[in-house]
């Protein structure tokens, strides 16, 4: 069994910076360096999106094009927790935020299978 446990959302103003988290507590803990990891965000009354990925080392990132430049994703393997940064928010990202891993980054950008966690809450206010 995998456990993915995000945290870090709340309520901010428009302009404002969140700092998402995403631990690891169990499965894939000892493994969590050849899991690519990502991002992905689910609007009220619209699909699960795309935001963040990152590879298994860190040495490659990618980003969905509504937020590169403002939002950061990295990780780090000791605490088996990948973070996402959220500089300059709009009322547009307000959505849950689930962190995923898969051990294929192609299927993890296509948000197939894999390993989820329950979400966090971002809103953001005008």
């Known amino acids: 069994q995998v456990e993915l446990v995000e945290s870090g959302g709340g309520l901010v103003q428009a302009g404002g910076s969140l700092k998402l988290s995403c631990v690891c507590t169990?499965?894939?803990?000892?493994?969590?360096?050849?899991?690519?990891m990502g991002w992905f965000r689910q609007a009220p009354g619209k699909e699960r999106e795309f935001v963040a990925a990152?590879?298994?080392?860190?040495?490659?990132?990618t980003y969905a094009d509504s937020v590169k430049g403002r939002f950061t994703i990295s990780r780090d393997h000791a605490k088996a927790t990948v973070y996402l940064q959220l500089n300059s928010l709009q009322p547009d990202a307000t959505a849950v935020y689930y962190c995923?891993?898969?051990?294929?980054?192609?299927?993890?950008?296509?948000?197939?299978?894999?390993?989820w966690g329950q979400g966090t809450q971002v809103t953001v206010s005008s």
């Open positions: 990152i590879t298994y080392n860190g040495g490659d990132t």
């Open positions: 995923a891993a898969h051990s294929s980054f192609s299927s993890l950008m296509h948000g197939l299978s894999g390993y």
């Open positions: 169990k499965g894939i803990v000892r493994a969590f360096s050849v899991y690519n």
